[in-house]
């Protein structure tokens, strides 16, 4: 059995602010710690639980932020930028057969710590087929068409909240609850370690493959943004329309195009945003 840890830092025992979570930032280099110390409660709860191969990517900014040196030595991690499908990259190659999303958080123009969707500020929100999407949303799509189930996910209550949207059999972990976008309170790292390792346990039993999800497409992704120029900027990328203020959408036939054609959105806005006007 082998086990995907999809884990993201801004749903991470502790973290509150962007200084905890930007590379270089102040508190950064202390949260990493309990970055790694979220995913290793994780990783030692599925062996525990009876994996055998868990596989972490880390999928947060830089992708780069991670401890290697302090991580489980019987895992191994995926680092580093320029995946294929990003946040949930190594679930297609066919031998993974359950996800955790670890440090995951809610969407952009959500309530929650440190909510967005994949870009920092800009984006104000994301939906597909209607329904307001989260990071966790959107993931959970690609690795559903791989025939994976999300068995586990870590955030703060909010995040929890909105799993059970889209995995509603994963087990949960809240290790903070939400008081404002850059406000919570927190377990200590001891209690929620302890916490993430029992759910993990007992989400291992949850790892079964099934019959991919395929056909459900097509899906309609629409992505608003907190001024006009962004929008513009996103229809560079061919099959991005205009669909509103400040608004744009695009249809794909499976969710595998869909993250990509996001990705490829909220590069090429990423790169239109100026210093101070945004």
Known sequence: ???????????????????????????????????????????????????DEVLVNEAHWSMRNLLLEKLDERAQMLTGK??????????QHGDVDGVAFVGYHTGAGMQGVLAHTYLANSITGVWVDGARASEGLLNSLVVAEHGVPVVLVTGDDLTCADAKGYAPHARSVA?????????????????????????????????????????????????????DHLAGAATVVPGVVPSGERRVSYTTATMYDGIRCFKAVTTVVSAAVEEQYG
């Open 1 to 51: 059995m082998k086990i995907l840890i999809s884990a993201d830092m801004e749903g991470v025992t502790g973290v509150t602010c962007p200084a905890d979570v930007l590379p270089g930032a102040s508190q950064w280099e202390r949260c990493r710690h309990l970055f790694t110390s979220d995913v290793n409660a994780a990783i030692a709860g599925f062996f525990d639980g009876g994996a």
């Open 82 to 91: 320029h995946k294929t499908l990003s946040m949930v990259e190594g679930v």
């Open 175 to 227: 290790v903070k609850d939400c008081v404002s976008r850059y406000a919570a309170v927190c377990r200590p790292p001891a209690r929620t370690a302890e916490d993430i390792h029992a759910a993990a346990k007992e989400a291992t039993a949850l790892a079964l493959r099934y019959e991919p999800a395929t056909g459900t497409g097509p899906f309609t992704v629409d992505i608003e943004f907190d001024a």
